[in-house]
């Protein structure tokens, strides 16, 4: 075994583990809600416009602060986890993590890009059902990292109701 921290596992290496992480949990996060925003601008202005929404929908410059502001939390979350020591539950974790933001990916190339509200809608349920496994086994690993889920699982539902609305309101879509 080396003297040289660097290569025996000391402190160096375990912050470049975790820099590594943010950068990976970051990129992908920022990968995402990049791609999900050139779903979504394509049809927001015509397609979009011409739904029939209920009366609680947000006006449309209400989503991206919102989703700006979840994607910051998620990646914060999933960085805490990556930091925590090796287990069972933190692999868990991160694996629900990665599920829930391909299903989060999803979402507006179905809604938006492909014009399928109905197929968006089973989306979302999954991506709900894979947040909230996430936050109960990241629960074990962080408790913080948990928490700040809340919102988003907070926010997937009113989406859910605006999405199921939608659907209900435009059946031939």
């Not at 990916?105 to 909230?132: C, E, Q, Y």
Request: no cysteine; proline share 7%; hydrophobic share 50%.
């Amino acid at each position: 075994m080396s003297d040289d921290p660097q290569i025996s596992g000391g402190a160096p290496r375990a912050r470049w583990s975790s820099a590594l992480g943010f950068v990976a949990i970051g990129g992908a996060t920022a990968a995402v809600a990049y791609a999900g925003a050139r779903a979504t601008s394509h049809s927001v202005d015509d397609w979009y416009a011409g739904l029939r929404k209920p009366s609680f929908t947000p006006p449309n410059a209400v989503f991206a602060p919102v989703w700006s502001g979840l994607y910051v939390l998620m990646a914060w979350s999933a960085w805490r986890v990556w930091k925590a020591p090796p287990s069972r539950a933190r692999r868990r974790s991160l694996a629900l993590w990665g599920t829930q933001l391909l299903l989060n990916a999803a979402w507006s190339p179905l809604f938006f890009g492909l014009k399928r509200p109905r197929s968006a809608l089973v989306d979302l349920a999954l991506l709900g059902t894979a947040v909230g496994a996430y936050a109960w086994t990241a629960r074990k690993v962080d408790k913080s990292a948990a928490m700040v889920m809340v919102p988003y699982l907070g926010w997937l539902g009113f989406a859910g109701l605006l999405n199921e609305e939608i659907v209900r309101r435009n059946p031939l879509h």
